[in-house]
């Protein structure tokens, strides 16, 4: 079993800043990549930032000049930090892993649970 650990998120007024973290556990393998997606009702979870192991980053055209994501590979653990929040960033966001899973070398997507990031204008 793998398991994200979300930790931040919550409300905001516009131009604000949050952070989100998460922790990866359990039977992990290996990750490629972390990141996180967001979703909001009646629409797709979307991919926000993501970093691979070797570093590359990935950004959504909506959030580049104002997240940055942050990884720690030794640790298994992923930050964002959101500036200039704006009020089209609420939704509830998912910390992803891309990886193998020791107990049977599968390799694929884990998610946390979410955490709400409300942003008021």
Not at 100 to 120: A, C, H, N
Request: glycine fraction near 12%; proline fraction near 2%.
């Amino acid at each position: 079993q793998v398991q994200l650990v979300e930790s931040g998120g919550g409300s905001v007024q516009a131009g604000g800043s949050l952070r989100l973290s998460c922790a990866a556990s359990g039977a992990i393998f290996s990750i490629n990549s972390m990141g996180w997606y967001r979703q909001v009702p009646g629409k797709q979870r979307e991919l926000v930032a993501d970093v691979s192991r070797d570093g590359g980053l990935d950004y959504a055209d909506s959030v580049k000049g104002r997240f940055t994501i942050s990884r720690d590979v030794a640790k298994n653990t992923v930050a964002l930090q959101m500036n200039s929040l704006k009020p089209e960033d609420t939704a509830l966001y998912y910390c992803n892993a891309h990886g193998v899973r020791s107990t049977d070398w599968r390799l694929d997507d884990y998610w946390g649970q979410g955490t709400r990031v409300t942003v008021s204008s």
